[in-house]
Every structure is written in structure tokens, then in C-alpha cells.
């Protein structure tokens, strides 16, 4: 069952040809015109009734419209624009059509084709395509009272240019593809002139040919050739047209085709509607109008770059990247917690290990000093004791004091040593005296000031005649308080 219908609206008459589109192949199931003649003043709703009642009357069953208009139907200019991105290219073609556009550009439906690119050129050039936006509303209302649903609209000279690009990419009806070819196509008075270039639709315009039958007839034609091949020479300098295409529709025009021949010579091809199209045509499919072949043919394979002003070319939406920046937060926000959850958690850790390793590190250090602990209290005792020792020259001095004078005695030897517990020092020595009287007195007087004498036995002695009697010393300097302990007692 066919599901596209492609009609080329004009103002007499309606080209229609219906088919299924699919992957790689497409189904022609019928193509015939209609004439149309509804007033422009008549409602979108009565001329899509009209319409309805005649594709009917045809067994018209597609739902889905492709809409052609003529090259006249729009205006058509090339703008220049800085060397910018495709996908910078809607914005800036839409700020030059409002600065180049006397209508305002509010009122207008447009699309354009990027041209190609010169690598010496400091820009880029487009060709804008617009028509009036409230004309192209109607007709789409008009489709949609006929039962349609519009999905496209094309302009008839990109259309055509389609069907001749294919034909040349696949080397029939002699034509070359990639090179300059300039397009002829005639319906009747109307006449559409085309150029493709390195494989685009560089140019293209409309005229119409007056009903004369002198040398006239041609005369709007030949002004426009000149036309489209100075464009040619300013997009593309020094190259010319190295092939034309005539193609004729609904009867031949033996004048238009013998100037071109004139022209252009060999190098002009006639190219029959419908005999190189890449749609296989079904059984009572005779003629089939070229303009909407090549509509479908652009759905099917596109060969060139087309227009639609129905879906023009817009600026690539921006993605809303807000969720991923929201996400992309909350991510770092966890990732940022966490770490310095991590960080918490393993300063923390440190901490205890460190904690732990000082109080086993006390523990160690009270075990050592409880070890110590006798040692400790030993040495207390030994610093206590020699901060209260008199020293031994203070022992020595009071000891002396308590001596005798010489004349009665005399020491030989006297020996000092420290003393523990009671004692401050042992002091041991012997010497002479002239009595065994003086000898006792001196251990009496060292009794009578607190030293604890242990008496010798008193021995005569033959060494020293005036001091006869010999005798040791054996005193321990007591300290005061058990002195005085001793005294009390």
C-alpha cells in the first residue's frame, strides 16, 4: 500500500505520484495531474475537500504528502557569511536574511543550502530559499482538509536537479556526475534554470516565455543562461558549464531546444521524465512527472543536498545538562564526603594506634621504675644522707679542735672514711703520748663530744722517749641528731 503522495502545486494544475517508500527501494503506484483551478479567496477547508474528491476519484489511498512548489513561489538569494561551523550556520543565515530582507522575518518560512567550500575563501555562502509563511501555512491546511499529512516542503528546481543527479551517479543517458551541469527544465511557458556544482544545487531561478513564435520566444531564457553562468564564474572561478540537461514536460518547445543546441553543442543531453529514476513503476505507470519523481527520490536516496521548508535547518539543540550537572554534584559532593569521612575515619585510627602505643609505652616505663623502685629509694636515702653530711674538712676541723695540745701527744697517722647509717665518717689513726693518762683523756673527750670511740688497749712504747706510750684511734663522728638521741637516753 502506497504511503506517500508527492504533489508539485501549481497554479493550474497538481503533478502527483504516488508511491511506497522503503530501506533502498521504493514503488511507484500511479502518477497523473489534475487541474486545479479553486480561487485563491476560497477557505483551506473547501479547497482540501476539492482536493480530497479528486485524488479519490485517481484511487489515491496515501496518507503522508510531500509538497513541491515552483522555483517562482520563492525568493531565492545568496548570502556570504563568515567562515563559521554547519552547526553555527542557522543562527547566522537567519541574521542576515533579516538584515538583507525588506519583510520582516517573522513573516517568512526559509531554509537554505550550503554552497561549497572554497579553500581559499575567508567564508562561507548559502543559498537562501524563502516564501511567505502565511501562504505556506494555507496549503498546508489545504493538504490537511484533504485527509493529508504534510511532512515536507520542497522546491521544484532542487527536485529536478535530484533526478538528473542520480541519473549522472549512475552513468546513464550519458552524463557525467560531479561536474558544472546546467538545467533546463520546461513545463509549458514555465522555464527553471539550475546549476550543480562538485554534486550541489548552486543556483537556480524562473522564468516564463512569452506565447510568440519569433526569435522572442527565447530571448527571457537566454538572459537567464548569462545570469546562472556568471553565478557559476563567481562561485566558482575559472570553471564553465560542462554539461546541459534539457528536460520537457507536456509537449516540446523545438526553439528553446535548438538554442541550447546552438549554445551548447554536444554538450547538451535530453533527459525523458521518469526513464532514470531509481523508483520501479508499477503496471499503468506511463509518464510520471519529474519534479515529484525527484521529491520522492530525495526521501528514498538523496543524491544532492534539498530544502524543506516545512523542517528547516536549526541550530543543533544544546543538550540540557542540567540533570548531569546536578548528578555530577551530588556525585562530588558523596565523593568529597567520603574522602573526608575516609580521612576522619583513618586520623582517627592513627590517633588510637598512637594512644595505644604511648600507654603500652607507660606501662613499659612503670614497670621498669617499679623495678627500680629499690634502687630508686637507695639512692633517695644516699642523696638525703649527703645532703645532711657535714663535709670532711668541717668533720676534720671539729675533730681537731678536740685534740690535745702537742706537748702532751701527737698523731703518726690519721685516716678519714665515710660512714653509713649513724655515722658521718670513721676516722682511725695512731700516735705518741707521754701517759697512758693523756691517751684516755683524749678518748674521754672524744666520748664527752658525741663520737663513738672504740678504746684500744694503751702500749709502751721504745721509739720515742718523751712520749712513751703508744695508742690507736678509733672514733666514728656521729651525726648530731643521734647525738643528741643519745644524750636524752
Same mark, same amino acid.
Given at each position: 500500500?502506497?504511503?506517500?503522495?508527492? #504533489?508539485?502545486?501549481? $497554479?493550474? @494544475?497538481?503533478? +502527483?505520484?504516488?508511491?511506497?517508500?522503503?530501506?533502498?527501494?521504493?514503488?511507484?503506484?500511479?502518477? !497523473?495531474?489534475?487541474?486545479?483551478?479553486?480561487?485563491? &479567496?476560497?477557505?483551506?477547508?473547501?479547497?482540501?475537500?476539492?482536493?480530497?474528491?479528486?485524488?479519490?476519484?485517481?484511487?489515491?489511498?496515501?496518507s503522508k504528502a510531500v509538497l513541491v512548489l515552483p522555483r517562482d513561489?520563492?525568493?531565492?538569494?545568496?548570502?556570504?557569511?563568515?567562515n563559521a561551523p554547519d552547526d553555527e550556520l542557522p543562527d547566522l543565515v537567519?541574521?542576515? /536574511?533579516?538584515?538583507?530582507?525588506?519583510? %520582516?522575518?517573522?513573516?517568512?518560512?526559509?531554509?537554505?543550502?550550503? *554552497?561549497?567550500?572554497?579553500?581559499?575563501?575567508?567564508?562561507? =555562502?548559502?543559498?537562501? !530559499?524563502?516564501?511567505? /509563511?502565511?501562504?505556506?501555512? &494555507? *496549503?498546508?491546511?489545504?493538504?490537511?482538509?484533504?485527509?493529508?499529512?504534510?511532512?515536507?516542503? +520542497?522546491?521544484?528546481?532542487?527536485?529536478?536537479?535530484?533526478?538528473?543527479? =542520480?541519473? /549522472? @551517479?549512475?552513468? $546513464?543517458?550519458?552524463?557525467?556526475?560531479?561536474?558544472?551541469?546546467l538545467i533546463v527544465y520546461q513545463h509549458k511557458a514555465r522555464v527553471e534554470i539550475s546549476i550543480l556544482d562538485r554534486g550541489q544545487l548552486i543556483f537556480s531561478h524562473a522564468t516564463r516565455l512569452p506565447e510568440t513564435?519569433?526569435?522572442? =520566444?527565447?530571448?527571457?531564457?537566454?538572459?537567464?543562461?548569462?545570469?546562472?553562468?556568471?553565478? *557559476?564564474?563567481?562561485?566558482? %572561478?575559472? +570553471?564553465?558549464?560542462?554539461?546541459?540537461?534539457?528536460?520537457?514536460?507536456?509537449?516540446?518547445? %523545438? @526553439?528553446?531546444?535548438?538554442?541550447?543546441?546552438?549554445?551548447?553543442g554536444e554538450r547538451l543531453h535530453r533527459l525523458t521524465p521518469g526513464e532514470h529514476t531509481q523508483l520501479q513503476s508499477g503496471r499503468g505507470v506511463s509518464t510520471l512527472p519529474v519534479i515529484p519523481l525527484g521529491a520522492l527520490e530525495s526521501l528514498?536516496?538523496?543524491?544532492?543536498?534539498?530544502?524543506?521548508?516545512?523542517?528547516?535547518? $536549526?541550530?543543533?539543540? $544544546? %543538550?540540557d545538562r542540567t540533570r548531569l550537572r546536578i548528578g555530577m554534584g551530588a556525585a562530588a559532593a558523596v565523593l568529597l564526603l567520603g574522602t573526608a569521612y575516609w580521612m576522619y575515619?583513618?586520623?582517627?585510627?592513627?590517633?588510637?594506634?598512637? #594512644?595505644?602505643?604511648?600507654?603500652?609505652?607507660?606501662d613499659d616505663l612503670d614497670a621498669i621504675l617499679q623495678r627500680g623502685q629499690p634502687q630508686l629509694e637507695s639512692a633517695g636515702e644516699i642523696d638525703a644522707w649527703l645532703a645532711q653530711a657535714p663535709s670532711p674538712l668541717d668533720v676534720l676541723?671539729?675533730?681537731?679542735?678536740?685534740?690535745?695540745?702537742?706537748?702532751?701527744?701527737?698523731?703518726?697517722? *690519721?685516716?678519714?672514711?665515710?660512714?653509713?647509717? &649513724? /655515722?658521718?665518717?670513721?676516722?682511725?689513726g695512731s700516735g705518741y703520748a707521754r701517759s697512758r693518762r693523756d691517751a684516755e683523756d683524749l678518748y674521754q673527750a672524744l666520748a664527752d663530744n658525741g663520737y663513738r670511740v672504740r678504746p684500744h688497749e694503751v702500749?709502751?712504747?721504745r721509739r720515742d722517749p718523751e712520749y712513751p706510750v703508744t695508742f690507736e684511734l678509733d672514733v666514728d663522728a656521729v651525726r648530731e641528731e643521734t647525738a643528741e638521741e643519745s644524750e636524752g637516753a
Open positions: 500500500m502506497a504511503d506517500y503522495l508527492a #504533489i508539485e502545486w501549481d $497554479k493550474r @494544475s497538481l503533478a +502527483v505520484v504516488e508511491a511506497s517508500i522503503g530501506r533502498g527501494e521504493g514503488d511507484i503506484a500511479r502518477a !497523473f495531474r489534475i487541474p486545479w483551478e479553486m480561487p485563491e &479567496d476560497e477557505t483551506p477547508q473547501a479547497r482540501g475537500e476539492s482536493l480530497r474528491k479528486q485524488l479519490r476519484e485517481q484511487g489515491a489511498t496515501a513561489a520563492f525568493a531565492v538569494r545568496r548570502l556570504d557569511l563568515p537567519r541574521f542576515q /536574511a533579516a538584515t538583507r530582507s525588506a519583510t %520582516p522575518l517573522e513573516t517568512l518560512a526559509l531554509d537554505y543550502i550550503p *554552497l561549497p567550500r572554497e579553500e581559499s575563501a575567508s567564508g562561507r =555562502h548559502v543559498l537562501l !530559499f524563502s516564501i511567505d /509563511a502565511h501562504r505556506l501555512k &494555507d *496549503l498546508t491546511a489545504t493538504l490537511e482538509a484533504a485527509g493529508l499529512h504534510p511532512t515536507s516542503c +520542497v522546491v521544484s528546481t532542487v527536485a529536478a536537479a535530484q533526478c538528473v543527479a =542520480h541519473a /549522472a @551517479s549512475t552513468g $546513464k543517458a550519458g552524463l557525467m556526475p560531479g561536474v558544472p551541469t513564435t519569433d526569435a522572442t =520566444h527565447v530571448n527571457p531564457l537566454k538572459a537567464e543562461l548569462a545570469r546562472s553562468i556568471v553565478a *557559476l564564474g563567481q562561485l566558482h %572561478p575559472g +570553471v564553465e558549464v560542462e554539461q546541459t540537461v534539457l528536460i520537457q514536460e507536456e509537449g516540446e518547445d %523545438p @526553439s528553446v531546444e535548438s538554442m541550447l543546441q546552438d549554445r551548447f528514498l536516496e538523496p543524491t544532492i543536498v534539498s530544502v524543506d521548508l516545512l523542517n528547516p535547518r $536549526k541550530a543543533a539543540a $544544546k %543538550p575515619r583513618t586520623e582517627v585510627a592513627s590517633r588510637e594506634d598512637e #594512644i595505644a602505643y604511648l600507654e603500652q609505652r607507660q676541723t671539729e675533730f681537731r679542735d678536740l685534740l690535745p695540745e702537742t706537748d702532751r701527744l701527737y698523731l703518726t697517722n *690519721l685516716q678519714y672514711a665515710p660512714a653509713a647509717r &649513724d /655515722a658521718v665518717a670513721t676516722i682511725r702500749e709502751i712504747s
